[in-house]
């Protein structure tokens, strides 16, 4: 059973089609991430997840229960840190963990397990006016994960925080998922981030999911790259082209056909460039980043005005 699935789930705003057929597939227990630029569709999905927005049309189920159906029911099985916390300034953590735990009904030894998880416990008794950003953000997801929700949605939790907090943020959001038992479904434009903590992502593009897939399945589908750095490039260009490679522009990034050996490749490139005298200062392998998937796959992607003519 799926953690979070939508089936062609729309949603229009007057003339804007703000989501049009989105199928969204996020295994239990994983990290998804769920990119897109501003205006892809990606609040208004979040919202329609977490009954603050009714589709138009569509089916959503979140661990198993049709959410339409069954709001409640669906609510209490997730656990949301959108952008504002709403927290009281003058109070503790703890203090404001408490107001949240009393109106869920929840025992107070719920405090301690979610201050832990999120490793504020020492922190617990500070006012929070005197809490970093990072430790705001910490303190919300602690809130979250009141109730012990099978799914979290964190809307861009790394929003606003400086490289050392999101360095952090990175490190905690890769090993929730087992500390929390639950699934994370991670909204965020930072691809870099993304893709050092995700297990599965998707990528919304003018209201539609244009790719979703595995991580790893991803970056295996790619053709595999190498970059030379060498004496002489213009002398090298031909050499590449003889051992049937492809060479960018100033023949420094060299993309191979799909199934290649790559280190095979590399040493009968090595051994060309060294017969022919010219010296190679570099030559590695070059995964294709996530942000370049990404780049390829929005660029290609058919606008409605197009498809429609």
């Keep these: 059973m799926l953690a979070i699935e939508t089936c062609n789930l729309r949603r229009r705003f007057g003339s804007t089609l703000a989501v049009d057929g989105v199928s969204l597939s ?27 927005v009714r589709p138009d049309a569509g089916i959503i189920r979140i661990a198993g229960r049709d959410a339409l159906a069954d709001r409640l029911g669906a609510a209490r099985c997730m656990g949301a840190l959108l952008e504002a916390h709403g927290f009281y300034a003058h109070l503790s953590g703890r203090e404001n963990l408490d107001l949240s735990r009393s109106l869920l009904g929840l025992k107070r030894t719920e405090l301690g397990r979610v201050l832990d998880i999120v490793g504020l416990t020492a922190d617990a008794g500070r006012r929070v006016g005197g809490y970093s950003l990072g430790m705001r953000q910490r303190l919300g997801i602690a809130r979250a994960l009141l109730g012990s929700p099978e799914v979290l949605i964190l809307d861009e939790p790394t929003n606003g925080l400086d490289p050392d907090g999101i360095a952090d943020m990175r490190d905690f959001l890769r090993t929730l998922p087992a500390r929390a038992d639950a699934t994370v479904l991670l909204s965020s434009h930072l691809l870099g981030e993304v893709e050092q903590v995700a297990d599965r992502v998707g990528i919304i593009h003018q209201g539609r999911l244009v790719l979703q897939d595995d991580l790893a399945t991803l970056r295996a589908g790619q053709a595999p790259r190498l970059r030379l750095g060498c004496d002489s490039p213009d002398r090298a ?16 990034l060299i993309t191979l056909a799909p199934g290649t050996d790559v280190r095979e490749t590399a040493r009968a490139l090595n051994r060309a460039l060294i017969e022919a005298g010219i010296g190679v200062h570099e030559l590695s392998p070059q995964a294709r980043s996530l942000e370049a998937i990404y780049r390829d796959i929005t660029a290609l992607a058919p606008t409605p005005q197009q498809e429609a003519a």
């Design 26 to 52: 996020v295994p239990r227990g994983c990290v998804y991430g769920f990119m897109g630029r501003n205006g892809a569709g990606k609040t208004t999905t979040l919202k329609m997840l977490l009954g603050l």
């Design 237 to 252: 260009r031909p050499l590449i082209l003889g051992l049937g490679l492809t060479p960018g522009p100033d023949s420094d």
